[in-house]
T-cell receptor
Framework: AQKVTQAQTEISVVEKEDVTLDCVYE???????LFWYKQPPSGELVFLIR??????QNEISGRYSWNFQKSTSSFNFTITASQVVDSAVYFC?????????????FGKGTKLTVNP | DSGVTQTPKHLITATGQRVTLRCSPR?????VYWYQQSLDQGLQFLIQ???????AKGNILERFSAQQFPDLHSELNLSSLELGDSALYFC????????????????FGEGSRLTVL
């Protein structure tokens, strides 16, 4: 069965620090997608990135970067020069295509607090 | 704005009652997913509908049911409510298109926060 582990329950940093959120996944699928979502205090889930299992290139989007390593089944997320507005719960997710569905399996989330 | 609309945003009810949560997916999206987010269980997949038919079932209780209508909106019915059903219920849609294949991204609504007293 698909499984996503986000070992860090809570992280607290000071503004401008870099922070890395860890994500480890388990799957028997050869093709799968990995995702990161952000849930700010207002509650909505905001899509950040999707990564195909065949594409191991790291990706950078502004202050956000993602490191996908198939060898260690990890998909870590780094925020550079963190800001107070980055405070949120971040979820890593894995696609589950069993039975013809493409639902997502989520990790428990990492709560990031960025202090001024 | 994800384009997914959920109503109501907040709902307070008593144990034993029944409620209906409504979801309108993004225009053109055929798949609707329901998720429950509680403090102890995290984000749990409940059920998926694709173009009116049930596609997948997750950890959905027998007291809960859902359906997707011809106009593609979906409703999640929760009955015989218990205190433990208090949670944030998310609806999401995805652009599966005619192939039935997920384009990969789920677009989430803002959620319906249910409080059972």
């Amino acid at each position: 069965a698909q499984k996503v582990t986000q070992a860090q329950t809570e992280i607290s940093v000071v503004e401008k620090e870099d922070v890395t959120l860890d994500c480890v996944y388990e799957t028997r699928d050869t093709t799968y997608y990995l995702f990161w979502y952000k849930q700010p205090p207002s509650g909505e889930l905001v899509f950040l990135i999707r990564r195909n299992s065949f594409d191991e290139q790291n990706e950078i989007s502004g202050r956000y970067s993602w490191n996908f390593q198939k060898s260690t089944s990890s998909f870590n997320f780094t925020i550079t020069a963190s800001q107070v507005v980055d405070s949120a719960v971040y979820f890593c997710a894995l696609s589950d295509v069993q039975g013809g569905s493409e639902k997502l399996v989520f990790g428990k989330g990492t709560k990031l607090t960025v202090n001024p | 704005d994800s384009g997914v609309t959920q109503t109501p945003k907040h709902l307070i009810t008593a144990t034993g009652q029944r409620v209906t949560l409504r979801c309108s997916p993004r225009s053109g999206d055929l798949s609707v997913y329901w998720y429950q987010q509680s403090l102890d269980q995290g984000l749990q997949f409940l059920i998926q509908y694709y173009n009116g038919e049930e596609r997948a079932k997750g950890n959905i209780l027998e007291r809960f049911s859902a359906q997707q209508f011809p106009d593609l909106h979906s409703e999640l019915n929760l009955s015989s409510l218990e205190l433990g059903d208090s949670a944030l219920y998310f609806c999401a849609s995805s652009g599966t298109g005619t192939s039935g294949k997920n384009t990969g991204e789920l677009f989430f609504g803002e959620g319906s926060r249910l409080t059972v007293l």
